[in-house]
């Protein structure tokens, strides 16, 4: 077996190429990438390319495995490969370990990877936009007089101009970032025959108002002192240098 990781492009990516000996003593040359980037996903990855390569399909589908839940799939397969090896950082693997455990498992867990479609996550998505989690971090239910609650909670939020508990968008976005990713991984080993259709989530582009020239000028000559002139010109490190540089040249 073969894996190697690839820093030739802007991301580094986990490959893996081999040449094995099929059954009627031929050599044949595999390669490819895992859709999960680690070592251990190009490593799986390598194995289910072998097997459909003895088996006489080496472009075909993947070998049908037992269909499991959610739950299952990303607590016996998925997340003991997911996150070793270079391509995650820390940060990323502790965020999709959130996704997972606050909103995924809870909402969605119970299902078979089969069940999983467009409508049921797009109800888990509206949930988390209107009504967010519950404090032992469980999506709430439908149940009417708790849903009342929670709309009389956010309402009463709203008015004190406190920040609504429903999660925004580009959090809704990157949770189904982490869902996709689950899911991509479980056909490529052969657990879902097919990708489903997941809803699409939009993310406005942030709106960003500029100071105007004369409005610049003045913000600059408002500064106290140095430091703060500095900081209004130059990125941190620089007004570092900048400073010091004055104030070198001040003393000789």
Same mark, same amino acid.
């Given at each position: 077996?073969?894996?190697?990781?690839?820093?030739?492009?802007?991301?580094?990516?986990?490959?893996? !190429?081999?040449? @094995?000996?099929?059954?009627?003593?031929?050599?044949?040359?595999?390669?490819?990438?895992?859709? @999960? /980037?680690?070592?251990?996903?190009?490593?799986?990855?390598?194995?289910?390319?072998?097997?459909?390569?003895?088996?006489?399909?080496?472009?075909? +589908?993947?070998?049908?495995?037992?269909?499991?839940?959610?739950? !299952?799939? @990303?607590?016996?397969?998925?997340?003991?490969?997911? =996150?070793?090896?270079?391509? /995650?950082? =820390?940060?990323?693997?502790? #965020?999709?370990?959130?996704?997972?455990?606050?909103?995924?498992?809870?909402?969605?867990?119970?299902?078979?990877?089969?069940?999983?479609? *467009?409508?049921?996550?797009?109800?888990?998505?509206?949930?988390?936009?209107?009504?967010?989690?519950?404090?032992?971090?469980? =999506?709430?239910?439908?149940?009417?007089?708790?849903?009342?609650? #929670?709309?009389?909670?956010?309402?009463?939020?709203?008015?004190?101009?406190?920040? +609504?508990?429903?999660?925004?968008?580009?959090?809704?976005?990157?949770?189904?970032?982490?869902?996709?990713? @689950?899911?991509?991984?479980?056909?490529?080993?052969?657990?879902?025959?097919?990708? +489903?259709?997941?809803?699409?989530?939009?993310?406005?582009?942030?709106?960003?108002?500029?100071?105007?020239?004369?409005?610049?000028?003045?913000?600059?000559? *408002?500064?106290?002192? #140095?430091?703060?002139?500095?900081?209004?010109?130059? =990125? +941190?490190?620089?007004?570092?240098?900048?400073?010091?540089?004055?104030?070198? *040249?001040?003393?000789?």
């Amino acid at each position: 077996m073969s894996v190697y990781c690839d820093e030739s492009g802007r991301k580094k990516k986990w490959r893996y !190429r081999a040449k @094995i000996r099929l059954h009627d003593g031929r050599t044949e040359r595999i390669s490819g990438t895992s859709a @999960i /980037n680690t070592k251990q996903g190009a490593l799986a990855a390598e194995r289910a390319h072998i097997e459909r390569a003895l088996r006489g399909q080496p472009d075909g +589908p993947p070998e049908k495995k037992e269909v499991l839940t959610l739950t !299952r799939f @990303i607590d016996e397969v998925w997340w003991p490969t997911y =996150p070793t090896g270079r391509g /995650n950082r =820390p940060t990323t693997v502790q #965020e999709k370990e959130v996704h997972i455990r606050v909103h995924l498992k809870p909402a969605l867990g119970h299902l078979l990877l089969t069940d999983i479609d *467009a409508e049921k996550v797009t109800a888990l998505f509206g949930d988390l936009r209107t009504l967010g989690h519950s404090r032992k971090g469980k =999506p709430a239910r439908d149940g009417l007089k708790r849903r009342r609650r #929670e709309e009389e909670k956010l309402r009463a939020t709203q008015e004190r101009h406190r920040k +609504p508990r429903g999660l925004k968008d580009k959090s809704i976005r990157n949770i189904r970032t982490t869902l996709s990713t @689950i899911l991509s991984s479980a056909v490529e080993w052969g657990y879902l025959a097919a990708m +489903p259709r997941l809803p699409k989530v939009k993310v406005d582009d942030p709106q960003w108002e500029w100071y105007r020239g004369e409005e610049a000028r003045r913000l600059v000559r *408002a500064a106290r002192d #140095e430091w703060e002139r500095a900081l209004l010109l130059f =990125p +941190p490190p620089r007004a570092r240098a900048w400073v010091s540089r004055s104030r070198s *040249a001040g003393g000789t």
